[in-house]
Nanobody, 125 residues
């Protein structure tokens, strides 16, 4: 079984930065593409960013492009989400997810097989 544990969330002022981490255990980390999703209160969960198993391909939602950066360290079995220039509308619970099918990097929630418990990010205005 694959386990994902997010960390790094918290309260930050608008314009500030946070770095989320997601530690993966239970299987070979490099066998998975990884993604970050988020869910704001009263809204559906949405795609934020994804990265190929090799780290050479990334995708971003338009709303975060240029502000967020996804990266991974396969030696540490960890995926990161660096969030800069945060806005109040970035407030959400952020989830990392693992996709066993590594041929295509997916932005679709239902393509991901394993999920973390989420970490809260709150951006104050």
């Amino acid at each position: 079984q694959v386990q994902l544990v997010e960390s790094g969330g918290g309260l930050v002022q608008a314009g500030g930065s946070l770095r989320l981490s997601c530690a993966v255990s239970g299987r070979t980390f490099s066998n998975y593409n990884m993604g970050w999703f988020r869910q704001a209160p009263g809204k559906e969960r949405e795609f934020v960013a994804a990265i190929r198993w090799s780290g050479d391909v990334t995708y971003y939602a338009d709303s975060v492009k240029g502000r967020f950066t996804i990266s991974r360290d396969n030696a540490k079995s960890t995926v990161y989400l660096q969030m800069n220039s945060l806005k109040p509308e970035d407030t959400a619970v952020y989830y990392c997810a693992a996709d066993r099918i590594i041929g295509v990097v997916s932005t679709r929630e239902n393509h991901y097989d394993y999920w973390g418990q989420g970490t809260q990010v709150t951006v104050s205005s």
